[in-house]
T-cell receptor, first 113, second 118 residues
Framework: DQQVKQNSPSLSVQEGRISILNCDYT??????FLWYKKYPAEGPTFLIS?????DKNEDGRFTVFLNKSAKHLSLHIVPSQPGDSAVYFC????????????FGKGTLLTVNP | NAGVMQNPRHLVRRRGQEARLRCSPMKGHSHVYWYRQLPEEGLKFMVYLQKENIIDESGMPKERFSAEFPKEGPSILRIQQVVRGDSAAYFC????????????????FGQGTRLTVV
């Protein structure tokens, strides 16, 4: 039972354009969401998070949007850079157990120069 | 994050052998979390430990798997009698304090140990 779904295994974008990575979840108890970036042979690196009391959080080129009614969140990267090429994981937690994250399978983003 | 050290980076074991994975948290961090990533899957929570205590092991298989975080030394994830299905990347993360230790800004993952069972 996959509670966090990233339906696009891969995404290719031109440098300078917007990258939009999507994530859907099924568990209505999730109240905290995070995005991680992972390069090959490295551990995941935290990017940005959002609490369920908000619908948007912005940090530099990265913005996360949360649509609770649709159980959907997205990560926008503007402008995209070649160094952004990595696997992006969406993760969620509930009830304050924010160490117990449920991850999606990831989306491989390739930013072409 | 290079601050969380996992070793070995790669481990090959034959079926039935034991695997020991080590995780040294970042300096000043007293909370350790183990996650496993099976091929083509997302990371899955296994266990959360503090020094000398297992806080939450709800994600760990009941048999063959154990974890510890002794007063001195690294955290150890031990898998006895490994099977092919144990082949995965095992990631450790650490944080300084659970109240702030949301797996986000205050917590960091190591580079992982890739276990291959042949």
């Amino acid at each position: 039972d996959q509670q966090v779904k990233q339906n696009s295994p891969s995404l290719s974008v031109q440098e300078g354009r917007i990258s939009i990575l999507n994530c859907d979840y099924t568990n209505s108890m999730f109240d905290y969401f995070l995005w991680y970036k992972k390069y090959p042979a490295e551990g995941p690196t935290f990017l940005i998070s959002i609490s369920s009391i908000k619908d948007k959080n912005e940090d530099g080129r990265f913005t996360v949007f949360l649509n609770k009614s649709a159980k959907h969140l997205s990560l926008h990267i503007v402008p995209s850079q070649p160094g952004d090429s990595a696997v992006y994981f969406c993760a969620a937690s509930s009830g304050g157990s924010n160490y117990k994250l449920t991850f999606g399978k990831g989306t491989l983003l390739t930013v072409n120069p | 994050n290079a601050g969380v050290m996992q070793n070995p980076r790669h481990l090959v074991r034959r079926r039935g052998q034991e695997a020991r994975l080590r995780c040294s948290p970042m300096k000043g961090h007293s909370h350790v979390y183990w996650y496993r990533q099976l091929p083509e899957e997302g990371l899955k929570f296994m266990v959360y430990l503090q020094k000398e205590n297992i806080i939450d092991e709800s994600g760990m298989p009941k048999e063959r798997f154990s974890a510890e975080f002794p007063k001195e030394g690294p955290s150890i994830l031990r898998i006895q009698q490994v099977v092919r299905g144990d082949s995965a990347a095992y990631f450790c993360a650490s944080s300084p304090n659970i109240m702030e230790g949301i797996l986000g800004t205050e917590a960091f993952f190591g580079q992982g140990t890739r276990l291959t069972v042949v």
